[in-house]
């Protein structure tokens, strides 16, 4: 069935009142008419709701039951990426979506040759968050995967006392652990996956990370690319969580 | 180190000689010399190589040693995929590649919505089998990924016999096992995924598949569109390999 994500405020008592571009999808590539069900989710509940009004400006649904089934992970994981270039960012977020993650960090490394503002990617962030939206929408999630604003390093480095369990993928290290020991472990349900760019991470930020006692993991012999490495993750932790 | 894939008919010996377009790429991309060293794999073994001349036609190297480490996982694993677009098809070839998989089989189904011959298809194979040379190169393996000519649904029926467990990645059926299941299970040493296209399988493709004895297997709670699902196989799959 159809589901869409909407605003918590669209909806009052049973009552959701929809005016944004989901009401063009429904209206004109769906084709919904009067009684149709679909899912709307409020990015923290979905439920089953049956259409009761549709034009193209507006669409009333009646809310008929709570849905309980949660395809959410058991832990929140988010991605901390070193900055790639557009076209491989909207893949990433289509993919990361669909795979359940929680966060996607954009970050700016030394190393990353993509070049571009905090301001600019501000601009670019409610194509991206459309991107995470309809992925997230596609793979029946209840909650959409946040796109985060860009940022720096240093950042990042401040924002680690946030989680409980930040790894870094690293092939610099030989006393690296794998996602496995990381995600089944029960203490840790907040964890940060730090990926560096396309070239890597610089000697600098690798001894930074290590500094802040982050944990090095590896994702396994191959070298990975930095827009595979971040699908591989959220593949592995899929087939781990219960 | 660089890498190249070369057909076997280039080596004589501890002696090497290129003609093809990675002598373009050594001499002009990564602007090589005599005396520079690369990794050369014949597809089945590695070995570190001098090179004694460079122009832009021809390159001659001298074998200094074999290269010990394979980074090849332990089981071949190949992916059968509903025929999906090429601009998909490229993307994955290169996923695929870099995770291990052994070999990309496309196949005609009934809901794939491209529509091909296996004659224009044999005619974009060279292209394909650049991408999984490039891609296995990079990710360092030993044996590129073989990108198979287009079947059709009832030649990959025929072809069942060939492996020793055959899964289907299906979505419809409450008896399913996990790839963990089927990876590490010792006597399952040459592994076929089925895949359907984006709109997934037919009732009738579904029923010859169950027919056969085919295993139905789950790739977790969420839906994955049909180019994320074989990358999900194989990320997990890499994560199993020992």
């Given at each position: 069935?159809?589901?869409?994500?909407?605003?918590?405020?669209?909806?009052l008592?049973?009552?959701?009142t929809?005016?944004?571009?989901?009401?063009?999808?429904?209206?004109?590539?769906?084709?919904?008419?009067?009684?149709?069900?679909?899912?709307?989710?409020?990015?923290?509940?979905?439920?089953?709701?049956?259409?009761?009004?549709?034009?193209?400006e507006?669409?009333?649904?009646?809310?008929?039951?709570?849905?309980?089934?949660?395809?959410?992970?058991?832990?929140?994981?988010?991605?901390?990426?070193?900055?790639?270039?557009?076209?491989?960012?909207?893949?990433?977020?289509?993919?990361?979506?669909?795979?359940?993650?929680?966060?996607?960090?954009?970050?700016?490394?030394?190393k990353?040759?993509?070049?571009?503002?905090?301001?600019?990617?501000?601009?670019k962030?409610?194509?991206?968050?459309?991107?995470?939206?309809?992925?997230?929408?596609?793979?029946?999630?209840?909650?959409?995967m946040?796109?985060?604003?860009?940022?720096?390093?240093?950042?990042?480095?401040?924002?680690?006392?946030?989680f409980?369990?930040?790894?870094?993928?690293?092939?610099?290290?030989?006393?690296?652990?794998?996602?496995?020991?990381i995600?089944?472990?029960?203490?840790?349900?907040?964890?940060?996956?730090?990926?560096?760019?396309?070239?890597?991470?610089?000697?600098?930020?690798?001894?930074?990370?290590?500094?802040?006692?982050?944990?090095?993991?590896?994702l396994g012999s191959?070298?990975?690319?930095?827009?595979?490495?971040?699908?591989?993750?959220?593949?592995?932790?899929?087939?781990?969580?219960?």
């Amino acid at each position: 069935m159809q589901r869409y994500f909407v605003d918590k405020k669209c909806i009052l008592n049973t009552s959701i009142t929809l005016t944004n571009s989901d009401v063009y999808h429904m209206n004109n590539v769906m084709r919904m008419h009067t009684n149709d069900c679909v899912i709307i989710s409020d990015n923290t509940q979905a439920y089953l709701a049956e259409i009761t009004y549709i034009d193209n400006e507006k669409c009333t649904l009646f809310i008929k039951s709570l849905i309980e089934e949660n395809k959410e992970l058991h832990k929140k994981v988010t991605i901390a990426h070193g900055l790639v270039r557009k076209e491989k960012m909207e893949e990433l977020i289509d993919y990361l979506s669909e795979l359940g993650c929680t966060s996607y960090q954009s970050v700016i490394m030394e190393k990353s040759i993509v070049k571009i503002t905090k301001d600019d990617f501000l601009k670019k962030l409610p194509r991206l968050e459309k991107i995470s939206k309809e992925a997230s929408e596609q793979s029946q999630r209840v909650t959409m995967m946040n796109v985060l604003p860009l940022i720096t390093f240093n950042d990042l480095i401040n924002s680690l006392n946030n989680f409980d369990c930040v790894c870094v993928c690293d092939t610099s290290n030989n006393d690296l652990k794998t996602i496995n020991e990381i995600y089944l472990n029960d203490s840790f349900k907040n964890i940060l996956f730090i990926i560096g760019p396309e070239a890597g991470f610089s000697k600098k930020e690798l001894t930074e990370i290590y500094n802040h006692k982050v944990i090095g993991i590896t994702l396994g012999s191959r070298i990975l690319r930095t827009q595979v490495a971040p699908i591989y993750v959220m593949s592995v932790i899929g087939s781990l969580d219960k």
